[in-house]
């Protein structure tokens, strides 16, 4: 059972086995299964236990994990199904396209010639920033905000 669950979530009935999935690893913060509607053979699913929106809401142990489950997810991922290499994403907000309001990490096998594409094709139009842009931004991240 998660201890921070979301009664209407998806993700938090998977991770109370309320609802059935294919799930192929888990760990005291994480629960690792196949994505429902794959994009790819193999396409699988990180998500933390605990019901956590965005990704700036992780309590650090669970990132920590949340991120070494994907390295043990990937080599697994990659070999079950002989792909060629494999794209690991998360839509973090409406804006990036995030679909069920918990965190989650797409890990996506891809194949030579597939007709996919990376993920520099998720963005928009591309900005064109000037040098004083990019200082201020930069210096913003540094900072923490604006
Ligand atoms: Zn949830």
Redesign the pocket.
């Known amino acids: 059972m998660s201890s921070n669950?979301?009664d209407d979530?998806i993700?938090?009935a998977i991770v109370d086995g309320d609802i059935p999935a294919r799930i192929v690893r888990e760990t005291d913060h994480t629960v690792a299964f196949l994505d429902a509607n794959p994009l790819a053979p193999g396409h699988t699913l990180v998500v933390p236990r605990d019901?956590h929106e965005r990704v700036a809401d992780l309590p650090e142990a669970v990132s920590e994990t949340l991120f070494s489950e994907v390295t043990q997810l990937v080599p697994r991922a990659e070999a079950a199904v002989d792909a060629d290499g494999l794209n690991v994403g998360i839509n973090d907000g409406s804006a990036a396209g995030q679909e069920v309001p918990?965190v989650h990490v797409h890990v996506v096998p891809r194949f030579d010639g597939d007709g996919g594409a990376p993920i520099h094709a998720v963005a928009g139009e591309r900005p064109d920033l000037s040098e004083a842009e990019l200082d201020d931004i930069a210096d913003a991240i540094e900072r923490g905000g604006r």
């Open positions: 669950r979301d979530c993700f938090c019901h918990h």
